[in-house]
């Protein structure tokens, strides 16, 4: 499958050796350990080769946009007043140019086989009966009454219809569009336009698709006989069966993958450009990524092993003969529509080669020693190919896993509650080791600084005994205190109250949710860009005497640590710091509980913007039909308000070390002791204005998704899904749209309920 050589022939002494010893035990425990390699290249290899290789990280991204923008700032304070009236100009030209209406299919995705498959939409529910109709009825006319060659005679021909009209009809007409625009033309000679002939076709398209794979799983259960054939057999034939079906689930997952809704649905004989059709990219060109490093056209040469695997299973040489079918017809497909297109529009782009073909041609010469092959694709550079959005698991799979989720979930929940109980209960009795012999033990503290719900009540002094707040997403600052003997790998882990039975040892983890208090050259030399663990720095040395039976004066470091962004739980709740002694889980001192809370809309933008991050720029934004004042109003400073969210999101932290001064200062002035290394850290936001995308390098990440929805249910009191949202922006939803969709589900849903925006 891949070009290396653990995924193809790596195994081939695994299969050898059942061979040889006729064993089934041996061929499966092959299998076993050859699935298990294709599960580390889906889970490990791919993803950081994809991550490595095919776009930076997040963070990278966030930096080195905030680092444009100052120096795009710095350039813009030098220039004339005429070169300033310019650029004022192309910016609003360029968020005129911005605005438009957004299709449906931004916030509600259309049905892709049976993924976003919607109950109450009619469209799908049309499918369901379509393919109940279809399968369903003479599957229960062959169980009820019988007439079993009647019932398979009609599920083949079938078949066959929904087979020609897949690959044939639909492959003309595609063809048809390719060269002349057919299908466009036409919907605009009937009123519409380009994106309702696409969102036509991708509705023919995929009801075509359900129908081919519905049509022809009936006529493999009609088909289905065993008889008394030899058990053997029918393991290692279902086995073989099911193996291929799996294989072709997980091509067209890597297909859909690399290509999205944009690739999948052949968008690019709609649109040439991004500025055609809504879900087109914004550079349409060829991306030669996940399974496409491999082969050229997936689906030409394994997009039917389901197929074959039906057939495997049901033992019908009828089944067979419509795989091999299937196949042609693909073919034919893929020879006259797909690959003409594709020569015309991409060009040179195109590799004549695929991954594994070129690796067997370099296996070939470097055996052979002379260039018995010529690699066709080595002028052609690596051009890439559209990206898009995961497709989730096939439905059917889905199902029977879901029916016993419940249950096995719920048994390892009280495992897990059983072992944390007890796991509090040793703790409890039981001073960890590790503080034994620590000296100073009084040294060590913490204590939270104030936050933007303190600065917002105008008082002078915290009030004692008051409960701390935050609110969700500001960035929490906490002063910590230890010995200059303290090891730096002590830490401060942010948890829930409840989280914890023991004051002495943490049992619960902190799901990233921590910061390094004073780390030194080897724990620096982990540090990658964006992470938020090494975000605190010392500000003073101080001598004092600790403990009320103390006669000398130790030296006492106080910093400061900076939870922000990833350290965040962003979740509404009261939470406590624990400060634990060198990398352990050995609880040195404890913060008070503070609370993390929502405050009003028209508090957000005002108290929850940092004072070390770039404040962002309002653009105000034409629409098509000008609302109100009132309701301009309104969405702007939900706008705002969303942009600030979205900025506490996606902020990463831009650490860097910078060399301390020498010597000691009973002032608290120096920061650091001598030869020590101190860390400095921004919090780095992203977004600008509210014409900005809803995402950083036109991805949202899914945990970044989870975050902004939470944050969006808790402060405006609209639950949006995760999904919804990375949909979105990887369309180009900008943080206006975004704000608009907002507004609207709120007025949609104020008529029957009394939640709105907090006031």
């Known amino acids: 499958m891949a070009p290396h050589p653990m995924y193809s022939i790596g195994y081939a002494g695994y299969y050898g050796g059942s061979l040889i010893t006729g064993s089934y035990t041996i061929f499966y425990a092959s299998l076993a350990a050859h699935m298990l390699q294709f599960l580390f290249l889906s889970l490990v290899e791919n993803p950081h080769i994809e991550k490595t290789y095919e776009r930076p990280p997040l963070a990278v991204q966030v930096i080195k946009k905030s680092r444009t923008r100052r120096l795009s700032t710095m350039l813009a304070d030098i220039s004339d007043s005429a070169g300033d009236a310019a650029a004022s100009t192309a910016v609003a030209d360029n968020c005129k140019a911005s605005i438009r209406e957004r299709p449906t299919s931004l916030w509600h995705p259309e049905l892709i086989v049976f993924k976003n498959f919607d109950l109450f939409r009619a469209s799908d529910v049309l499918i369901l009966l379509l393919l109940v109709y279809s399968v369903g009825v003479p599957l229960g006319v062959r169980w009820l009454i019988g007439h079993s060659q009647l019932v398979f005679a009609y599920a083949v021909a079938q078949c066959i219809v929904w087979i020609l009209f897949r690959t044939l009809v639909l492959g003309a007409l595609l063809r048809k569009q390719s060269t002349s625009q057919l299908i466009t033309r036409w919907y605009i000679k009937h009123g519409g336009d380009g994106e309702e002939a696409f969102s036509s076709w991708r509705a023919v398209y995929n009801t075509a698709t359900i129908m081919t794979y519905g049509s022809f799983g009936l006529v493999a259960l009609v088909a289905y006989h065993w008889g008394n054939a030899d058990i053997g057999n029918l393991v290692l034939f279902h086995t073989l069966g099911l193996l291929l079906i799996a ?121 052979v020693g002379q260039a018995v092959f010529v690699d066709e694709d080595c002028s052609n550079g690596t051009d890439t190919r559209d990206s898009a959005d995961k497709l989730s698991e096939s439905s059917g799979v889905a199902g029977l896993l879901a029916s ?45 600084m104030p936050g933007a719900a303190w600065r917002a009540s105008g008082r002078g002094a915290a009030n004692k005994g008051a409960k701390t707040v935050y609110y969700l997403g500001e960035s929490i600052r906490v002063a910590w205190q ?167 999101a996606f902020a990463v932290t831009d650490s860097h070390t910078v060399a301390s001064s020498d010597g000691l200062d009973t002032d608290g002035q120096i920061p650091g002791l001598r030869g020590d ?64 969709r907002i507004l609207e589900a709120k007025q949609a849903l104020s008529a029957y309920s009394s939640t709105s925006i907090k006031p």
Request: contains cysteine.
């Open 404 to 448: 016993t989720a419940k249950p096995v979930k719920d048994m390892l929940l009280e495992t897990k509650d059983l072992l944390s109980t007890t796991t509090a209960r040793l703790a409890e009795k039981t001073l960890p080791a590790e503080l034994t012999n620590l000296d100073h033990m009084g040294a060590y503290s913490l204590k939270l």
């Open 247 to 367: 294989f072709h689930v997980w091509s067209s997952r890597s297909v859909y993958e690399t290509l999205g809704d944009f690739g999948w649905f052949y968008g690019d004989f709609f649109a040439r450009d991004s500025s055609m059709l809504s879900l087109a990219p914004p550079d349409i060109k060829l991306y030669y990524t996940g399974i496409y490093r491999y082969l050229n056209n997936p689906d030409k040469v394994i997009g039917q092993a389901a197929f074959y695997g039906l057939a495997l299973i049901s033992r019908s040489w009828a089944v067979f003969a419509l795989a091999l079918f299937l196949q042609a017809c693909n073919f034919l497909f893929s020879s006259y529509v797909e690959t003409p297109h594709m020569e015309k529009i991409y060009g040179t782009q195109i590799h004549r080669d695929s991954g594994i073909v070129r690796t067997v041609k370099k296996a070939v010469n470097k055996g």
């Open 482 to 648: 230890a010995p200059a003997s303290h090891s730096r790998r002590d830490w401060i882990g942010m948890y829930p109250v409840t989280a914890n039975f023991s004051d002495q040892i943490t049992t619960s983890g902190s799901k990233g949710c921590y910061v390094y208090t004073h780390p030194d050259d080897n724990l620096l030399a982990e540090m990658v860009v964006g992470d938020s663990v090494f975000a605190s720095s010392v500000t003073g040395v101080t001598r004092a005497r600790v403990g009320k039976n103390s006669s000398g004066m130790i030296e006492i470091l106080r910093g400061e640590a900076l939870f922000s962004s990833s350290a965040l739980p962003f979740k509404v709740g009261t939470y406590e710091l624990r400060l634990h002694h060198g990398g352990t889980h050995a609880v040195l001192v404890q913060s008070k509980p503070f609370e993390i809370t929502t405050c009003n809309l028209e508090s957000i933008v005002q108290l929850l913007r940092d004072d070390n991050a770039p404040a962002a720029e309002s653009v105000p934004e034409p629409v098509a039909a000008p609302p109100t004042d009132a309701e301009a109003n309104a969405l702007e400073q939900l706008a705002q308000a969303l942009l600030t969210i979205a900025n506490k």
């Open 677 to 740: 290394v101190v860390v400095q850290t921004d919090v780095v936001e992203p977004l600008e204005s509210v014409q900005d995308p809803f995402s950083v390098g036109e991805v949202l990440e899914e945990k970044q998704a989870r975050r902004i929805g939470y944050a969006i249910k808790e402060y405006f009191g609209v639950e949006f899904a995760s999904d919804v949202l990375v949909h979105a922006a990887k369309h180009g939803a900008t943080v206006q749209d975004v704000a608009k």
